[in-house]
């Protein structure tokens, strides 16, 4: 006999999705958080309406911003713009992720937060785990048949078992500014502004957010795959104060870095034997699409769901997980190839965007219909 059947270090959307389909499957499942709950969490907190499907929960409205994102706007870089209509979930992570956090232990999933994965050692027929609880100065060691990672960009099992996906000196990075002000644009659009002088690794952004004193905030970010974050945010961030008439004070900065090897062809990585790695864990971040919490939780799910069939049968849950896992995988490392990192200029990439901006419109328009109709863990991941 083991501990448990499953433990599941991260607390957040993938983490939380696995535990409680893990837990309502009658698997006695623990999950983790390495901060203490409800945590802040640097993140776009924007989802499409079949989140929820995939969620398997209807998200209450008090977990949502006050400003619902009802439209899109992309910019070119020559800055010709075309935008469409589109509804989003807009929401901050800390509320939202306590939320899964609390469904989940509903479902019967123990849950541990301020608490590290500190080691794993894998055996034949289970796995150890070392689990800290660092200010109580507290180590614990539980015995499970399977461990998930969804740890995040960072992940703290697979940069154990794969340490060459974390070069040194791998820092690719986001950066959001809070600013309590006005500018001439819709409080109801997302605009996505795509241009390499900005951001190299998806579009910049703008949009509206509700901080914890439950007031709106004009929120201007940018990333990049390499360290000249602060200053490609500045240069986005006085664009769009010219631009855009944007006043105000920047009243709160945050951000993110990942040691994850984001340019690697391997970064996609699922796992092996009984450790499964789902969301950012597993590379599953999107930034040609620009979202991965969609992935992030039908992995969570799928994961839960493997484990469960990997029960019932003699095949191993790494192989039951790869399948189940084919279409993401397969769309996530074709889109790779597409992201913008691989335009040598914004000439080159304006042409590109022209070029794919109708055929994107209809499949997007179309995938979504048949979303309505599909189960959950059939979803198409929008943008395609």
Same mark, same amino acid.
């Given at each position: 006999? #083991?501990?448990?059947?499953?433990?599941? +270090?991260?607390?957040?959307? &993938?983490?939380?999705?696995?535990? *409680?389909? +893990?837990?309502?499957? @009658?698997?006695?499942?623990? #999950?983790?958080e390495r901060h203490k709950t409800p945590r802040h969490k640097p993140c776009s907190g924007i989802q499409f309406d079949y989140f929820e499907k995939i969620l398997g929960e209807k998200i209450p409205k008090e977990r949502l911003c006050n400003v619902e994102l009802t439209k899109i706007k992309m910019f070119f870089p020559d800055g010709k713009s075309f935008g469409s209509d589109f509804r989003m979930f807009n929401f901050m992570? *800390? $509320?939202?992720?306590?939320?899964?956090? /609390?469904i989940a232990q509903e479902a019967g999933a123990e849950f541990i937060d301020d608490c590290v994965c500190q080691r794993v050692d894998e055996k034949e027929d289970h796995v150890l785990v070392t689990l800290v609880k660092p200010k109580e100065k507290k180590e614990m060691q539980y015995t499970t048949k399977y461990l998930i990672d969804a740890t995040g960009l960072r992940p703290?099992?697979?940069?154990?078992?794969? $340490?060459?996906?974390? $070069?040194?000196?791998?820092?690719? &990075?986001?950066?959001?500014?809070?600013?309590d002000g006005t500018a001439d644009m819709d409080p109801e659009t997302l605009y996505q502004f795509w241009n390499l002088d900005w951001n190299n690794a998806m579009f910049a952004w703008v949009y509206m957010k509700t901080l914890e004193d439950d007031r709106d905030y004009w929120v201007v970010g940018t990333g990049c795959n390499?360290?000249?974050?602060?200053?490609?945010?500045?240069? #986005?961030?006085? !664009?769009?104060?010219?631009?855009?008439?944007?006043?105000?004070?920047?009243?709160k900065r945050e951000? !993110? =870095?990942?040691?994850?090897?984001? /340019?690697s062809k391997n970064r996609v990585w699922l796992g092996r034997e009984r450790i499964i790695m789902i969301g950012d864990a597993a590379g599953l971040v999107d %930034?040609?699409?620009?979202? @991965?919490?969609?992935?992030?939780?039908?992995?969570?799910?799928?994961?839960?769901?493997?484990?469960?069939?990997?029960?019932?049968?003699? *095949? =191993?849950?790494?192989?039951?997980? %790869?399948?189940?896992? *084919?279409?993401?995988?397969?769309?996530t490392t074709r889109n790779q190839e597409k992201e913008i990192r691989h335009?040598?200029?914004?000439?080159? /990439?304006?042409?590109?965007?022209?070029?794919?901006?109708?055929k994107m419109g209809v499949t997007m328009f179309i995938q979504s219909k048949f979303n309505k109709i599909k189960s959950p863990e059939k979803q198409s991941l929008l943008p395609p």
């Open positions: 006999m #083991f501990d448990y059947d499953v433990i599941i +270090a991260g607390g957040g959307i &993938a983490g939380s999705t696995a535990a *409680k389909f +893990a837990a309502r499957g @009658g698997l006695k499942t623990l #999950f983790v992570r *800390k $509320p939202f992720d306590h939320w899964l956090n /609390l703290k099992i697979r940069s154990q078992l794969r $340490p060459e996906d974390f $070069p040194k000196g791998n820092e690719g &990075a986001t950066l959001n500014y809070y600013i390499d360290t000249n974050v602060n200053e490609r945010q500045e240069k #986005f961030y006085n !664009y769009i104060k010219k631009e855009f008439n944007l006043e105000g004070e920047i009243v951000g !993110y =870095k990942t040691s994850m090897n984001m /340019l %930034t040609y699409r620009g979202v @991965g919490m969609d992935a992030a939780a039908l992995s969570g799910r799928l994961a839960a769901k493997s484990i469960l069939l990997a029960e019932k049968s003699n *095949k =191993k849950v790494i192989d039951i997980y %790869t399948k189940l896992m *084919k279409r993401i995988t397969s769309q335009y040598e200029n914004n000439q080159v /990439l304006q042409k590109s965007l022209e070029k794919s901006l109708l």
